[in-house]
């Protein structure tokens, strides 16, 4: 185990996503489509992922639910993973790749956000969430790693972390994560 080899690789990766203003660009777009979800439609901002992407997940919905930076009104956002009795049921009546899906087809609503979280792009719990989530007019925003895998065809944007690393890509995915939330937080109750 390289420790400096560790860190030299993540802050390479963060370099990229400094150097590269498409994906700047696509931060602020998500962040926007969460603000005039919030502003507009009365919405929520949910997230799934699996594995250490659900751990983000649950992270980023705090993040908003609670409170980022500073003390303010909670929004709604939630990770789809933490009712673990519809989960299990779901994945044993259904099938894993449904638990998602199925709780956007029961819960979501044209206007709002979901971000699906997964490094290689392709969790199929995931996809079909996000395929979901299309069906009901919700914006859709998917954090994958480099090359999108099968979310980048079916999510309306795609940040895709510059790295196939896939600690490398979950650093970079809570990074992105919090810049969205700062953005949100700071448009939506604005400090004097």
Request: hydrophobic share 40%; aromatic share 8%; with cysteine.
């Amino acid at each position: 185990m390289d420790i400096e080899k560790a860190i030299t690789d993540s802050i390479s990766v963060k370099q990229k996503i400094l150097e590269d203003a498409s994906l700047q660009a696509q931060m602020w777009e998500a962040a926007e489509y969460c603000i005039e979800t919030y502003r507009n439609n009365d919405g929520k901002v949910l997230f799934c992922g699996n594995g250490g992407s659900a751990a983000d997940a649950q992270h980023l919905a705090a993040e908003l639910s609670g409170r980022f930076y500073y003390d303010r009104d909670p929004l709604f956002a939630e990770a789809l993973h933490v009712n673990t009795s519809f989960l299990t049921a779901v994945a044993n009546d259904y099938s894993y790749d449904e638990v998602y899906s199925r709780m956007i087809k029961g819960s979501g609503k044209k206007g709002d956000v979901l971000f699906g979280i997964s490094t290689s792009g392709n969790s199929a719990n995931v996809v079909n969430a996000l395929k979901q989530a299309n069906e009901l007019g919700m914006k859709t925003i998917a954090f994958t790693g480099e090359g999108g895998g099968e979310m980048a065809a079916v999510a309306d944007i795609c940040i895709k972390v510059p790295s196939t690393d896939t600690p490398r890509v979950q650093e970079a995915h809570i990074l992105i994560g919090h810049i969205i939330c700062e953005i949100i937080e700071s448009e939506l109750f604005p400090r004097s």
